[in-house]
């Protein structure tokens, strides 16, 4: 067992008992990829597996799953709503390298400086995220320009022990997702053009934005070639922009 298996396991557990969980579809030759790494004794096999869903409100909801020994495991968990529903993403980024672990969990708003969206989708998430903070503590240095895509409620933290993984982040994880499907089950469509538009842009923006600059772009294309990342990245990871050009 890998330290986040656990945290899709869970996930995918209540996804189906809270939703109507569909088949989304991955394309060939990415739903599982495996690699050997390092050299001698030092070699390891990083096996990168991915799932995805949709579900009535929601476009895709997806997980890459990066295995490659105890040092180096990673679950990258978004769910895209579909565009006429002002939802936030859930996003979660659960990474442990040689150095440590690095968390992000939150519920990133389409709309980061809108007071009403923020009554709406980061007041109820508050105390959550306060009853975590004790525990899990500001994570420090984290990219300016990524500020606009999160809530403030968001949990950036960087735990030394994988206790604190499997305790406080795990609940933290569940309380979060439960709460993000709370807000599913209260979503109203948007029909209102001008919103339905201002929503197709923050979807993009955001999409644009993670895309351009995954963090694990370095990592993917040591292990798997520049050709096989560009085409998880654009055709799966971040597939709003192909899916959009497809319809259209
Ligand atoms: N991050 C992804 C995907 C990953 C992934 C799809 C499947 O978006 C992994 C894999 N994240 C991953 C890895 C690292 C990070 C780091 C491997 C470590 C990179 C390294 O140190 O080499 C949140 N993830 C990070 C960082 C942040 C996030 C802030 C630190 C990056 C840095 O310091 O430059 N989640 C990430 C993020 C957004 C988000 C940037 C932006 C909207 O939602």
Redo the contacts with the bound molecule.
Sequence with gaps: MTLYQPFLDYAIALLRDRLDLQPYPIPTGFESKSALVGKGKHQEEVL?TSTAFSAPKLRQIRA???QGGKSLQ???F?IFPHLNYDLP?F?A?L?T?P?GH?I?L?M?PLFRDNAAYQQKYTQPILPIFTAYQQHLPWGG???EE?RP??SPAFL?TRPQQDEAVETHVFAAFKDYLQAYLNFVDQAQPVTDSHSLADIEQAQLR?LR??SE????R???TRFYGTEWTEEY?HGF??DLERKLAAVN
Excluded: E
């Design positions: 990168t890459a799953h990066v990673v679950l990258n978004v993403f996003g980024d990474v390298l150095g690095l992000a939150d990133q240095d984290f990219p990524a895509f999160f950036w955001y934005y993670r600059k995954d963090p694990a370095g990592m993917f990245i990871l971040f």
